[in-house]
């Protein structure tokens, strides 16, 4: 058996309007072999039977509805791959994802994940899902944006199943507290889709959790340490680069 290049874990809860979409631009890469796995968190709509449709390509896992973070730490419990990525179940990978991000996880390169831009947009329910409303490419906290080596779970930990958001906040900030290096690609690597149920519609929902883990951060640092670094001094190592070839990697880890 052929073990994956990648394994993308894709949590589910209610997901039937999305989750093929998902898949298909999961499947609609054109580098790397790809491991696809859908953890079904207690859904109560049709969205195990889409999944089971799509069988044998994608791995379906059920379980009780446990939240977004139990969900993924089950998916990454069972991933094959040295590569993980990570994918809302009604968010979409643009189609150069792969080609752009992957080469900066090369076997030689000093990278332990890599980033990229998101952009938001919308879907007309009358127009066969038709994009609409799209938002220029920005960067943010936000986990499908991202490829990550297995390695960074063993290093940083699994996501907090105690929260019900923010936990990709969160697992970033511990993730840099860890010392990992991460790459930014200046191009669109995630979709957002926004629509009627997605959390960030709660009023204040960003802010309030942005403050409360940039607290939990100051928290362990200071107790880590006794010390805390200014927050603009502790981001700026952030590497940026628009450059995306197996050569330049290799140039600019041998610098």
């Not at 952009?119 to 329910?125: S, V």
Request: aromatic residues 6%.
């Amino acid at each position: 058996m052929t073990v994956p290049q990648i394994s993308v874990v894709i949590p589910a809860h209610n997901g039937a309007a999305f989750i093929a979409d998902a898949i298909a631009s999961v499947r609609a890469q054109d580098v790397g072999s790809t491991e696809i796995i859908v953890v079904d968190d207690g859904s109560t709509d049709a969205t195990a039977e889409i999944v089971q449709r799509i069988a044998p390509v994608v791995r379906l896992l059920r379980q009780s509805n446990s939240g977004a973070p139990a969900a993924r730490n089950a998916g990454i419990a069972v991933a094959q791959a040295d590569i993980v990525a990570l994918l809302d179940c009604d968010d979409l990978w643009p189609a150069d994802k792969l080609s752009l991000q992957l080469p900066w996880l090369a076997p030689w390169s000093v990278f332990d994940l890599v980033l990229g831009n998101t952009q938001m947009f919308r879907t007309r329910a009358d127009a066969a899902g038709e994009a609409v409303d799209e938002t220029q490419p920005f960067f943010v906290t936000q986990l499908g944006c991202a490829l990550f080596r297995r390695s960074v779970f063993d290093r940083v930990g699994r996501f907090d199943e105690t929260l019900r958001y923010g936990e990709d906040v969160d697992f970033l900030l511990r993730a840099r507290e860890a010392g990992l290096r991460a790459k930014f690609v200046d191009a669109v690597t995630i979709r957002y889709r926004r629509h009627d149920g997605s959390l960030t519609r709660v009023p204040g929902h960003s802010s309030l959790r942005l403050v409360a883990h940039l607290k939990r951060s100051i928290d362990r640092r200071r107790s880590a340490s006794g010390e805390v670094a200014p927050l603009a001094a502790w981001f700026a190592g952030l590497p940026r680069g628009r450059e995306s070839s197996v050569k330049n990697t290799k140039m600019e880890n041998k610098g």
